[in-house]
């Protein structure tokens, strides 16, 4: 595992808009896994800007987002559809016929997920899978105790997630308990893995997924089985890495030695 370690939110943003924008630019099909949340919106503006500044194009590209709440409509506020036209998709040249979001509308839950799942393989599986991880460990929506070899499904969200994501819904809106989310042998399947984790509130999430025992009590752990993932950081969310000198020493060895 990378562990790159940045000063600021900004720094460690930008680093993961410019990690994207190198697979993209060295991929003449890039498939690109996609998450929501607040830890990739400044990496989506890195994207944006790359892309104003006509550094970047996204006709070529597919993607597949990670996860949707179930029950939501796709023009909902609060729908992950939503969020990725209002915060990535209106701001530049994709294709949205080649967005994916694994939505489920008639409660056909098998079926809207083994589709996902076939139409993942069809476009050749995903090159990079961009992440960020709950403060419990989750990735995707896989909530503790998810199998490690899950694959796309329904999950019921914790007490946790769903207090956490109570700020984006008005206090009158009924907030959805279900979500459709990749599985972890999903995510596992991705070739290449970007995980972002930014500030205080992140670090001991961070710290058990890199440096904790391998468990499905924290979902996230499951990437230290993965051979090719790259953890970028702000200084907040590494303050509990015991390791910590050590994967600033290892970046600087690797520019130094250009390996
Ligand atoms: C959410 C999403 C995840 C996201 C994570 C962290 O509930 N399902 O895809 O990575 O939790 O969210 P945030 O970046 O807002 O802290």
Redesign the pocket.
Known sequence: MRVVILPTEAEASNFAGQFIADYMNNNKNPVVGL??????LLTYKALIKRHKEGRLSFKNLVTFN??EYVGLPPNHNQSYRNYMKKELFDHIDINQNNAFIPECFDENFDSASSNYEANIAKHGGIGLQL?????NG????NEPTSSLQSRTRVKTLTKN?LS??ARFFDPNERQPSL?I?MGIGTIMEAKNILLIG?GKH?SKAVAEVIEGPLSAFCPGSALQNHENVTVILDKLAAADLKLYEYYIQTEKMKSEYNC
Do not use: E, Y
Not at 35 to 40: L, N, P
Not at 138 to 141: A, K, L
């Open positions: 998450a929501t949340g607040s830890s990739v990670l996860d992440l960020g991880v709950g403060s989750h990735i995707g929506f997630t956490k994501n979500a989310t930014l992140k």
